[in-house]
Structures are given as C-alpha cells and as structure tokens.
C-alpha cells in the first residue's frame, strides 16, 4: 500500500524546488534562430536577391555566402532574422537609420540598382 506520509512530502519537496532559467541573451537567441532573410538590394551576377529567405544560423549563412560578404561587407547587416522583419523593414524605410544607409550605399555601389 502506499505510504501517504510520503507522498505528502515529495509533493511538499517538488512545490519548494524552484527551476531557475535564464533568458537566452538577444545574441544567443539571433544565433539560434534559424530563417533570416536578406532584405537588401539584389547583387549583379544573381549573388543575392533582395528578400531571399535564407535557411541556416546567421554563422552558417556568413560561411556559405563569405564570397559574396567579402565583395559586399554591408550584405551582412541586411541579413535580418525573420522575427525581426517587421522592425528591420521599417528601419530600412527610415532616412537616417543605419539599415536605410547600408541599403542605399548597396545600391549605389551596384550600378542599375534602384533605391528602396
């Protein structure tokens, strides 16, 4: 038979016992996010597309398309996780944010490229 004495007692160790868990930091959580897409002007020779969904980690995502960032280094912060679409865009459209200049120096450094 069961000993309800005990039973009390674990329940009583299990309502005392506190599971702390910490956040993931803004850095861990972009790392671990796993769709972005980059939202930046298409590049000559079909190297990127604006609005290309790009499926990996943000360091999965530099290593495979490392060519193209070392040609265009402002690629990289047009690459935005798709949890931050919204705000990345709106930043884009904004004169005097940094998203709104990397885009216009991308499109002006690719020639026949129009501005957002």
């Known amino acids: 038979m069961v000993d309800k004495k005990k039973i009390e007692k674990v329940d009583e160790v ?3 016992t506190e599971v702390k868990t ?6 861990q ?3 671990s996010e796993k769709i972005h897409m980059y ?3 298409s590049l000559p020779g079909g190297k990127l597309k604006k ?3 790009l499926a990996g980690t943000l360091e999965e995502i530099h290593e495979y398309h490392k060519e193209t960032l070392a040609e265009f280094p402002k690629v990289a912060q047009l690459i935005v996780p798709v949890s931050k679409l919204a705000q ?7 004169s005097g944010n940094v998203l709104n200049k990397y885009y216009k120096d991308l499109s002006q450094s690719t020639p026949g490229r129009k501005e957002a």
């Open 14 to 16: 299990v309502d005392k």
């Open 88 to 94: 990345s865009k709106a930043k884009l459209k904004k």
């Open 22 to 27: 910490t956040p993931p930091s803004k850095k």
């Open 39 to 41: 939202i930046g002007p």
């Open 29 to 31: 959580e972009q790392k």
């Open 51 to 53: 609005n290309t969904i």
